[in-house]
């Protein structure tokens, strides 16, 4: 497992390895700028997608937003224009991007050869206390795995930027995540009776314990809900130190 970081544009992360056939890419929005308007944030935005174009030329954006379906297989599913409401997108068509917003909960991309279908497979998996009391994540690594012929072992995963544990920090916690033999070891009471829950390890574990090696497994050193970070936390806003809601990080998935 191994961090990865990038200073290509001062705007933004791009996390890209050239030697598979996909990547990620962060829009850098947040407090970088402190009073940031929403006219100001739709620029932004702009200029996120400008900056993608020349991966995005001539194919269609997927958007996906959190909802009570598991996962969507595109290959499968009649395309929609409006946003896939599902915890998951997988796609072996090479001319989708996934995308989603990103705050505080881990989005993670896969990759891997789908024997099965005979081609390349990408997924881009929204990871959240929802997602994990459904095993929403595992649903849709299992189909990869059992449907598309996808080995655990040939999988590669993408972390994107997601809060930590020791900036993850609630008064208090729903009861029965305090005694679950799941989250056992993910909670923790601090001196002060803060409860810290960490999700990013609960992350890297499940994708550990499907089959994913270590070594596939590339994570963004970005904990969003640290102070100075440059990203939109859900977090810092509920707790008034991040004024502008608009800023969620764009999170995309595609073929290189």
Known sequence: MHQSTSTE????????DDSTVWFQANALFGNMVPGLSNEDWAANRERALRFLEKYTAARTLIRMKPGEVDFVDLDTTPLLEDPYFTEALITTNPNHILHSNAADCGE?????FGAEVSAEVIALIHVS???F?????LKALLHMRDVQGVKPDGMYARVAPSARAE???FPGIDPA????????????QDANGMWHVDF???????LSRFGIPEQNITVSEVDTAAP????????????????VRSGNGLMYALRG
């Not at 993670?108 to 891997?112: D, L, N, Q, R, S």
């Not at 009391?133 to 994540?137: L, N, Q, V, Y």
């Not at 995540?177 to 923790?188: C, D, F, I, L, R």
């Open 200 to 206: 990013h390890r609960r992350t890297l574990d499940d």
């Open 9 to 16: 544009h001062p705007e933004y992360l791009l996390e890209a």
């Open 167 to 169: 900036s993850y920090v």
């Open 129 to 131: 206390r929802h997602s």
């Open 108 to 112: 993670v991309a896969i990759h891997g």
């Open 177 to 188: 995540q305090k005694v679950s033999s799941v989250w056992k070891k993910y909670v923790s």
């Open 133 to 137: 009391s459904r095993g929403s994540h």
């Open 228 to 243: 100075d970070a440059p990203y939109f936390s859900r977090m810092k806003y509920n707790k008034g130190t991040q004024p």
